[in-house]
Structure formats: C-alpha cells, structure tokens
Nanobody
Framework: QVQLVESGGGLVQAGDSLRLSCALS????????MGWFRQAPGKEREFVAA????????PYADSVKGRFAVSRDDTENTVYLLMHSLKPEDTAVYYC?????????????????????WGQGTQVTVSS
C-alpha cells in the first residue's frame, strides 16, 4: 500500500519562497508519476503541477507557471514543489498524489481522477 507524507508547509509572507516535500513509501517510487494539487477554503481542489516518471514532462497550472517548480529525486523517493514569489492567493492545503503509470514514463496527468494515492496535505498560508 502506497503512503504519501507531505511536509514543508507553513506561514510565510507574500514574496517569500517555500519548498514542499512529499515522500512515498510502500512501493517503488520510480513507477509513479506525481502530482501536486491544492484546495483553498471554500474552493474546489485544483491542479498545481505534476512530473512524469522520467522527469521530462512537468505541466503546471497557469496560475503558478514561472513561480513554482516541481522536481523528483528517485533516490530519496521524494517529489518536491519549490514555490517562489508566493502570493496570498496561494494560500491552501497542498496535497501530493501518485499515479501508478508503468506504461507511459513521460506522462503526467493534470486530472485528479488519474491519481490513486493521496497524502494528507500540508497547509501553506501566505500573508500580505
């Protein structure tokens, strides 16, 4: 059974940077493409970023493009989300998710329904 544990959230000021981490255990990390999603209070959960198994494909939501960077370290079984120039509207609970994807190493879905395993989330609060 796959387990995902996020860390790195916190309270920061607008313009600051923050790095989220998500560690996968229970199965081989290299078999999964990974995604980051977020949910702000009163809003639907939305896609933020994803990374394929190969690391080649990294789609981003338009709202974070140019400010956030997703990466993975298969030796550490961890996916990262580096967030720069944070804005108050980035305030949300951030979730990582894993998509078992043996057949397509360069695929990274932007859709929630593609991901079968989810972490518990980590809170990011950006003050103005």
């Amino acid at each position: 059974q796959v387990q995902l544990v996020e860390s790195g959230g916190g309270l920061v000021q607008a313009g600051d940077s923050l790095r989220l981490s998500c560690a996968l255990s229970g199965r081989s990390f290299s078999l999964y493409s990974m995604g980051w999603f977020r949910q702000a209070p009163g809003k639907e959960r939305e896609f933020v970023a994803a990374i394929s198994r190969s690391g080649v494909n990294t789609p981003y939501a338009d709202s974070v493009k140019g400010r956030f960077a997703v990466s993975r370290d298969d030796t550490e079984n961890t996916v990262y989300l580096l967030m720069h120039s944070l804005k108050p509207e980035d305030t949300a609970v951030y979730y990582c998710a894993a998509d078992y994807n043996l057949a397509r190493p360069n695929w990274a879905s932007t859709k929630e329904r593609a991901y079968g395993s989810w972490g518990q989330g980590t809170q990011v609060t950006v003050s103005s």
